[in-house]
């Protein structure tokens, strides 16, 4: 098939690539980058196409039950984001997809540079941040994630639904229950949830915010 015959020649140009990156006879100027007598004119590729190709391959890769197609899917979208760290090094999404795929591979110290690579690009960005945040929620870093998920919200990512739900979940860890209430709130108001709605009836039982305790601690 035609689509299985690309994906292997992506996912064998990602390996090449790979080792010109870490050589130190590498050189990168203009765009071009130079590997003894191999050249490569990252300025001439068709990023636009790249990009759709790769957040195919992720999607796909995403919706595929474990097995043989699903890790082919994951190399393409690999090779072709890393393409796009070359071809387009200002763009920050290559590398935050970058870190999401290392994530599921469980190759952590991988995932955070690319995370962080992005941030250094831009440190506010809502896309960035929300997906460092959940680096750091799946390893129940919750300060950390917070941290992150916050810049997320007020970088207009208020509205996103999981996000919301993060906050909730993270407060209430915290025994912040005023703050996971009115997260868990926002979330149900999106999505109505069986789950989510008992976790409001409970707040909403212990009555957090109405305790003399608790005005004390606001003051």
Not at 183 to 211: A, G, R
């Amino acid at each position: 098939m035609k689509i299985c015959r690309n994906i292997k020649l992506f996912a064998l140009l990602f390996l090449i690539l790979s080792a010109y990156s870490i050589n130190a006879s590498c050189a990168v100027q203009s765009g071009r980058l130079e590997y003894n007598s191999v050249l490569f004119d990252y300025s001439k590729f068709n990023t636009a196409k790249i990009k759709k190709d790769a957040d195919l391959y992720f999607e796909l890769f995403l919706k595929s039950e474990a097995g043989e197609m699903k890790n082919t899917y994951l190399y393409a979208a690999m090779s072709k984001y890393y393409l796009l760290t070359k071809a387009a090094p200002s763009k920050i999404e290559p590398y935050v997809q970058l870190g999401r795929i290392y994530d599921y591979i469980n190759k952590p110290r991988l995932a955070k540079e690319n995370f962080s690579r992005a941030k250094n690009i831009n440190s506010e960005s809502p896309f960035t941040n929300f997906y460092f945040g959940e680096f750091y929620f799946k390893r129940r870093d919750y300060k950390k994630a917070l941290k992150h998920y916050n810049v997320a919200y007020n970088n207009g990512y208020n509205n996103n639904y999981e996000l919301n739900l993060r906050l909730a979940t993270i407060y209430e860890k915290f025994a912040d229950l005023v703050n996971a209430k009115k997260f868990y709130e926002v979330s149900y108001s999106m999505k109505p949830d069986t789950e989510i709605q008992q976790k409001i009836q409970l707040l909403n039982e212990l009555n957090y915010d109405k305790t003399e305790y608790y005005h004390s601690i606001r003051e």
